[in-house]
């Protein structure tokens, strides 16, 4: 599992197969780790990159705010130091869609397809913000597990919990595992960020929109609004599943990218 260094930062990131470069960003809080079903299916026919976004997995950072175009400008480097010349499709799962909605604003020429998955172009509402700052200082005074107890209900669909705790367990301790300052600094970021909708039309590399049928995060109809916005898009429901698609509903996710993947190829 390498690191790459881009300036003043050291990444950590998983990087296996060959072929055309498939990057995927993960959520918050989260690591590579939620990916790890992508990285097995797609590592035959792609080169898989996934790093661990500054500050969350074994990635570092002694940030106090990141927003979401820093995030973007740490994509950039990384695929810089890695020699990457050609265009990525580019893969963002909520906070990690906002990352990859930033990349598309500030580095189109680097886009060659886009997947957006669970996540909204809208920026938080003041109350949402407030809320925000609100955790990010409680996280900090005592820790990821309050923020943990508000997110965990709203993450999955209704018959997860019950029926594969595996994955509930997974995202849980992940979220353990992530330091109390990066969550902060990532709140605070996502507190903040822009209106992506006005920038959607500017989109004209072909993209992928992916809603799970019960996401309580980033409704389904929320996001098959902004898909429409998107000239070359599609939208694909995976049912009986929220927030965490693509570790609810592994093959149904992978299956949706794989023929999305081929037709634009």
Sequence with gaps: ???????GLRLHVIDEG????????HGFPLSHEMWDAQRREFRNTHRVIIPDLRGFGRSTSQDDMVTMDQFADDVAALLAAMDLSQPV???GLSMGGYIAMAFARRYPQRLGRL??????????????AANRERMANLVLKEGPTPLIATMMPRLFGPQTNEKQPYVTDAV?????????????????GMAVRPDSTPSL???????????????????????RTFAAEIPHSEFALIPGVG???PMEA??????AVRDWLQRTA
């Design 250 to 255: 592994p093959q149904e996710f992978n299956a």
């Design 115 to 128: 997947i957006l998955t669970d996540t909204k172009s809208l920026p938080d509402t003041p109350e949402t």
């Design 89 to 91: 499709t580019l893969c």
């Design 18 to 25: 060959d072929h055309d470069p498939l990057v995927f960003l």
């Design 1 to 7: 599992m390498p690191y790459i260094e881009i300036p």
């Design 243 to 245: 927030h965490m698609t």
């Design 172 to 188: 849980r301790n992940v979220m353990l595992a992530n330091s109390s300052r990066a969550i902060a600094a990532a709140q605070r």
């Design 201 to 223: 039309k500017d989109i004209t590399v072909p993209t992928l929109v992916i809603s799970g049928e019960y996401d309580a995060i980033s409704p389904p109809d929320e996001m």
